[in-house]
Structures are given as structure tokens and as C-alpha cells.
């Protein structure tokens, strides 16, 4: 099993730009959750799917954030201008269902300057 | 609010000596805790899941307690090796609807030769 995929592995952009962090989740997994992780805050949840369908999104910070997963192998998190504070590492995690053991991913490292 | 806090932030130690991390935690309702190792540059992985009946849980050299009353957690790691260097995460899960993981910012620790 190859784990949950992210893409890209580091990503470095200006101010204003749009970014697009990438997701494959295991395979048979119906649960996703994306998070993001800063030294001060340490990681926090934005989204969570589960069947593809957004559960629970009152972790996104605000409008410039949105996440799609338009089938069961594929999510996207979209972050539309981009912003100095932004700078993070975002993880997706995906489970088999509700409750059970969250894989993460490799994590994708922003740096917006 | 659901709070997860965790000490030292920061330890170092000589190989083969051992160690405890501690956790305190303000969640409800109060579904299970667990902690995770985070390697540099990795995602966060599970060690030891406990739910609120159990109150000691080991995987190798890695033993977590729970005190459900007191809301108190500890991870003790034994005979460390230099591959213990990580960061060390308290995480509790919270039941509100679905199962929300809350994060403490983590011990980092350094095993020294």
C-alpha cells in the first residue's frame, strides 16, 4: 500500500497567488481530513469528508479556503489569495470510516512570501 | 474549549536512558486519547490508542497511562534509541457527531548519544 499521497511535496509562492495542495487517500479509506501545522498553533483540523461529501469544514479559516473531493481517490485544498500567514504544513489524513486509525500523509510545505 | 497540553515542550536525553511525557486535557465528551510520533519532515503515527476504560496501553518500548479522572496522560519510553528523536503528540478525541481529533503541540524530543 503506497499510504495517503500528497503533491506537491513543497510549494513556495508569492503573495496574492493561488495555490492547489493535492490528495490521494489510501484506497478503501471513505474518511478524509485535511490539517494544517504551524509552531504555534501545532495541528488543527480544517476539513473532514467522509464519502466525499464535506462533513465538518468550521476549521477553515476563512473564504480564501476551500477543499473539493470530486471522487473517492482525489481531494484538493485551494487557498485563493494566497497570504504571508498561510505559510504552514498541510497534512491529509484519510481513515476507513468514521472513528477508526487516521493515516497521514507526507504533509505539503507552503511558503507564501 | 477542547484543550490538549503537553510537557516539557522540549527534552533531551542519552541514549538508553528512559522518559516520561505528560499530557493534560480539557475535552468533552471525552472519546479516546492517543498519541502520536512525528518524525522530521513526516506525518504524524499512531503509537497507542486508549479509550476511557483503559488506563495503560504498551507497543514496544512505548507505554501510555490514562487517568480518566484526572484527565492526565503520560507516555513513557524505555531503553530510548537515537531513532526516538521526534516530536511526541497527545492527541484526544472528541465525539461531536464524528470523532474530532484535538492536538496538543507536542514534546520534542533528543535522544543523544
Known amino acids: 500500500d503506497a499510504g495517503v499521497i500528497q503533491s506537491p511535496r513543497h510549494e513556495v509562492t508569492e503573495m496574492g497567488q493561488e495555490v492547489t495542495l493535492r490528495c490521494k487517500p489510501i484506497?478503501?479509506?471513505?474518511?478524509l481530513f485535511w490539517y494544517r501545522q504551524t509552531m504555534m498553533r501545532g495541528l488543527e483540523l480544517l476539513i473532514y469528508?467522509?464519502?466525499?461529501?464535506?462533513?465538518?469544514d468550521s476549521g477553515m479559516p476563512e473564504d480564501r479556503f476551500s477543499a473539493k473531493m470530486p471522487n473517492a481517490s482525489f481531494s484538493t485544498l485551494k487557498i485563493q489569495p494566497s497570504e504571508p500567514r498561510d505559510s504552514a504544513v498541510y497534512f491529509c489524513a484519510s481513515s476507513f470510516a468514521q472513528g477508526y486509525e487516521q493515516y497521514f500523509g507526507p504533509g505539503t510545505r507552503l511558503t507564501v512570501t | 474549549k477542547n484543550q490538549v497540553e503537553q510537557s516539557p515542550q522540549s527534552l533531551i536525553i542519552l541514549e538508553g536512558k528512559n522518559c516520561t511525557l505528560q499530557?493534560?486535557?480539557?475535552?468533552?465528551?471525552?472519546?479516546?486519547l492517543r498519541w502520536y510520533k512525528q518524525d522530521t519532515g513526516r506525518g504524524p503515527v499512531s503509537l497507542t490508542i486508549?479509550?476511557?476504560?483503559?488506563n495503560t496501553k504498551s507497543n514496544g518500548r512505548y507505554t501510555a497511562t490514562l487517568d480518566a479522572d484526572t484527565k492526565q496522560s503520560s507516555l513513557h519510553i524505555t531503553a530510548s534509541q537515537l531513532s526516538d528523536s521526534a516530536s511526541y503528540i497527545c492527541v484526544v478525541s472528541v465525539n461531536t457527531g464524528f470523532q474530532k481529533l484535538v492536538f496538543g503541540t507536542g514534546t520534542r524530543l533528543l535522544v543523544s548519544p
Open positions: 469528508f467522509n464519502n466525499n461529501v464535506p462533513i465538518d
Open positions: 486508549m479509550t476511557f476504560s483503559e
Open positions: 484506497s478503501g479509506h471513505n474518511s
Open positions: 499530557c493534560n486535557y480539557t475535552v468533552s465528551p471525552f472519546s479516546n
